[in-house]
């Protein structure tokens, strides 16, 4: 049985940081791409990062430069930290695994309020 499980989300001011773990169960970690999109309130899921089973990444604009993405094999989890939050970046985040299938998370509530 497949499972990806998200962790670290929350509540955290303007400017602050979070960093959230997305630990896989149930596939070769090492030979999925992982990534990690985002959905707000009214909007479409939206990819914000993305890193290949050769650990090339890509981001979004919007989060260009504030979040970076990582993996470790050895714990078949992957991260996203997140600096210099902000209000717009509120959402629930959700890891995708993407290999010979496709498998989702069950997503993590990051809020950015004062």
């Known amino acids: 049985q497949v499972q990806l499980v998200e962790s670290g989300g929350g509540l955290v001011q303007p400017g602050g940081s979070l960093r959230l773990s997305c630990a896989a169960s149930g596939i070769i970690f090492r030979l999925y791409s992982m990534a990690w999109y985002r959905q707000a309130p009214g909007n479409q899921r939206e990819l914000i990062a993305r890193?290949?089973?050769?650990?090339?990444?890509n981001y979004a604009d919007s989060v260009k430069d504030r979040f970076t993405i990582s993996r470790d094999n050895a714990k078949d989890t992957v991260y996203l930290q997140m600096n210099s939050l902000k209000p717009e970046d509120t959402a629930v985040y959700y890891c995708r695994a993407t290999g010979n299938r496709l498998y989702w998370g069950q997503g993590t509530q990051v809020t950015v309020s004062s």
């Open positions: 890193i290949t089973s050769e650990d090339n990444t």
